[in-house]
């Protein structure tokens, strides 16, 4: 079945810095990578997400990329803010779509 | 539009219990889930259902059962609880899989098992 490493676990950086968290998958079949973030004690919520047909996508200072060759994903978070941090959860689902595997999350922390 | 509704926010069980977390969605979702969410682990698929009368097992399904009588609810049950199964569980829902859109989720449930 689909498996999905993330890396890095924590991140800490200044407001203001640049934020990258990579995934890797492991089906090839895989076709849709989307990302969430968690605030402390509420719900995921998706924030941006991409399709194995393209390369790149951006929302105003996220983005998205694949690599589908490498098998590997990327989220780019620019210009920081304190309000960005969060767990952030990266995911592949299988190309039936039966099931959305997700990473283990990164711990984004933003100090201002 | 109350979107994905779990019901009950915090749980207690003893060991041994037995319990329905409930969920429903008002969306006309095709496949709902469930996951756990445990320090460390992300999020682990238990069971999944890709419409009414259909459901299948995902990552992590032993201890629990799951049915799907309408689109709307899919609850999960734990048939004897166990403290391996004190987690933090969310029912989410989308369009029709789990690749086609967004994945909507509940405001998740806190179970502890003693």
């Known amino acids: 079945g689909e498996n999905v490493e993330q890396h890095p676990s924590t991140l800490s950086v200044q407001e203001g810095d640049s934020a990258v968290i990579k995934c890797t998958y492991s089906?090839?079949?895989?076709?849709?990578f989307p990302w969430y973030k968690q605030e402390l004690g509420k719900r995921p919520q998706l924030i941006i997400d991409?399709?194995?047909?393209?390369g790149e996508k951006k929302d105003q200072r996220i983005a998205v990329t694949l690599n589908k060759t490498a098998k590997h994903f990327s989220l780019h978070i620019t210009e920081t803010q304190p309000e960005d941090s969060a767990v952030y959860f990266c995911?592949?689902?299988?190309?039936?779509?039966?099931?959305?595997?997700f990473g283990k999350g990164t711990t984004l922390s933003v100090s201002s | 539009n109350a979107g994905v509704t779990q019901t009950p926010k915090f749980q207690v069980l003893k060991t041994g219990q037995s319990m329905t977390l409930q969920c429903a969605q008002d969306?006309?979702?095709?496949?709902m889930s469930w996951y756990r969410q445990d320090p460390g682990m992300g999020l682990r698929l238990i069971h999944y259902?890709?419409?009414?009368?259909?459901?299948d097992q995902g990552e992590v399904p032993n201890g629990y059962n799951v049915s799907r009588s309408t689109t709307e609810d899919f609850p999960l049950r734990l048939l004897s609880a166990a403290p391996s199964q004190t987690s933090v569980y969310f029912c989410?829902?989308?369009?029709?899989?789990?690749?086609?859109?967004?994945?909507?989720f509940g405001q998740g449930t806190r179970l502890t098992v003693v």
């Open positions: 989410a829902s989308s369009y029709r899989s789990a690749r086609d859109t967004e994945a909507f």
């Open positions: 089906d090839s079949a895989s076709n849709y």
């Open positions: 991409i399709r194995s047909n393209v």
């Open positions: 995911a592949a689902s299988n190309q039936a779509g039966t099931a959305l595997i």
């Open positions: 969306m006309n979702h095709e496949y």
């Open positions: 259902s890709v419409g009414a009368g259909i459901t």
